[in-house]
């Protein structure tokens, strides 16, 4: 008889177990040398926590809220895209596991499905991860679209002039899958000349002269709040409010972009502080346990997105592996809460954990 995994990381075995290495490769793989892939996850393992006791935990409360809209933890769902090629129902499925566990959904521009087509799944809060084009009029359509089916913001992804070099698509030769949103807007027809055509794609459609001028624009065509994606310093977050986005994203693309970016969970901190909580700061990357989450509160994130191990779970054993992936996560983080004597989100400060910064203060 199959045992379920009792955390992420089994997800992530049976994923690729699952599936194609090309696809396995695809979802699991990071830039380069993938040093930024591994840091993702191990900075989160150089943070210790710093647990206070006899505190009244017999009621731990994970409930928050972005943007206005009530969470039953601060665990989203990041915008991942053609997950198609991890099951057959792809957003669907992740649409209506998310809803099922009362959070944020980010779908991705680049998702299996049509933004209608997930909207109709079910009744829930979703938001949209949006690419800039070379031709405007497609980005423009694409909020226009999902601001008319309930969407209720723009997460606009800003460290991709270009794309990043995954070499590990490279040599599987990996083929752009079918971008469901863009039909009828974009020939997907280009040549890779033998290699991925991933990046092909990206070279011929995104727009690397995207600039802070361009958040303007952006502003102008829609009502919905814009969060913007991909900030990792303290001055792209301070340009970012000075532009007047909504919300902040710290996040390196999953280590898909720039190698040797930091880890995200390293700048954190920095791009909070210099917020000063004008907007909400979101986090992605490396997240695979309920402590991470805990310390991502710690450092000043209103809430964590996590991107793979949904995946994994999807390709593992379709909505039902998404949902318990997000219940693992939201489990693990309750049973972090109460350790370590916080009964609700805002009981979680700086002061439970303890950085590298830290150590460098107590040595001088």
């Known amino acids: 008889m199959e045992i379920d995994p009792v955390n992420v990381s089994e997800f992530q075995e049976l994923a690729k177990q699952a599936l194609p290495k090309m696809y396995y490769d ?20 150089r943070i210790m926590l710093r647990p206070r006791v ?31 090629l991890a099951h057959p ?4 499925a992740t649409a209506k596991a998310a809803a099922a566990c009362n959070t944020i959904m980010v779908l991705s521009f680049s998702s299996s499905y049509t933004i209608e087509e997930v909207a109709s799944t079910c009744n829930a809060i979703r938001f949209f991860q949006l690419y800039i084009f070379k031709r405007r009029d497609i980005s423009a359509k694409l909020v226009q679209r999902a601001e008319s089916n309930g969407f209720r913001a723009i997460v606009l992804t800003v460290d991709t002039p270009r794309l990043g070099r995954r070499e590990a698509d490279i040599k599987n030769k990996m083929i752009a899958p079918k971008i469901s949103n863009l039909e009828g807007l974009l020939s997907l027809d280009v040549d890779a000349e033998g290699g991925s055509n991933l990046e092909a794609f990206a070279s011929e459609t995104l727009d690397p002269s995207l600039s802070w001028k361009d958040i303007g624009w952006i502003k102008s065509i829609t009502n919905l709040p814009i969060l913007v994606k991909g900030i990792l310093t ?33 700048v954190l ?11 909400p700061v979101l986090f992605d990357g490396g997240v695979r ?76």
């Open 26 to 45: 695809y979802i699991s793989g990071g830039a380069e040398d993938q040093f930024t892939l591994k840091e993702n996850i191990e900075a989160f393992q």
């Open 234 to 266: 303290a001055e792209d977050a301070t340009k970012a409010v000075e532009a007047g986005v909504s919300g902040i994203v710290v996040s390196n693309h999953g280590a898909r972009q720039l190698d040797y970016a930091p880890a995200t969970i390293s």
């Open 269 to 279: 901190e920095e791009v909070v502080k210099a917020v000063s909580g004008a907007v």
């Open 89 to 92: 129902e792809g957003e669907l």
């Open 289 to 364: 346990r309920g402590t991470d989450v805990f310390k991502a509160l710690a450092l000043g994130a209103k809430a964590v997105m996590i991107g793979r191990p949904v995946v994994y779970g999807l390709a593992a054993k379709g909505e039902y592996g998404v949902r318990r992936v997000i219940e693992m996560l939201q489990n693990e983080l309750e049973l972090t809460m109460a350790l370590a004597g916080c009964p609700s989100i805002k009981d979680i400060t700086r002061n439970h954990i303890w950085t590298k910064h830290n150590r460098l203060r107590s040595l001088m």
């Open 54 to 84: 006899l505190v009244d935990v017999s009621k731990i409360d994970m409930s928050t809220t972005l943007l206005g809209y009530d969470m039953s933890s601060p665990i989203m769902v990041a915008p991942t895209g053609a997950q198609k």
